[in-house]
């Protein structure tokens, strides 16, 4: 079993910057593929980035690319998310999301592709 503990959540003005990170344990001598997901309020979960095990490629959805910077540190098994130049509709609970992977190249952009899910971390932009 994997557990993930996510932080790094808040409340910040619009043009602001926040760090999300999500620590996973569990499980040794495991590589994972990781990626960040949310959820605003009555609409469904998407994707945001996905990074793969090794750090190597990554992947954004369009609606963040040039303002989010996903990255991993394996020694501790944790991701990270820089968030920067936050607007109002990034507003959401985010989450992040591991699958153990032998691909240490592949990213995973799906949410069904993942194992193990964070329990969320809300992300409140004010205008």
């Known amino acids: 079993q994997v557990q993930l503990v996510e932080s790094g959540g808040g409340l910040v003005q619009a043009g602001g910057s926040l760090r999300l990170s999500c620590a996973a344990s569990?499980?040794?001598?495991?590589?994972?593929?990781m990626g960040w997901f949310r959820q605003a309020p009555g609409k469904e979960r998407e994707f945001v980035a996905a990074?793969?095990?090794?750090?190597?490629?990554?992947y954004y959805a369009d609606s963040v690319k040039g303002r989010f910077t996903i990255s991993i540190d394996n020694a501790k098994n944790t991701v990270y998310l820089q968030m920067n130049s936050l607007k109002p509709e990034d507003t959401a609970v985010y989450y992040c999301?591991?699958?153990?992977?032998?691909?240490?190249?592949?990213?995973?952009?799906?949410?069904?592709?993942?194992?193990?899910w964070g329990q969320g971390t809300q992300v409140t932009v004010s205008s």
């Open positions: 569990g499980r040794t001598f495991t590589r994972y593929a």
């Open positions: 999301a591991v699958v153990p992977t032998r691909d240490t190249g592949r990213y995973y952009y799906k949410g069904d592709a993942y194992d193990y």
């Open positions: 990074i793969s095990a090794s750090g190597a490629n990554t």
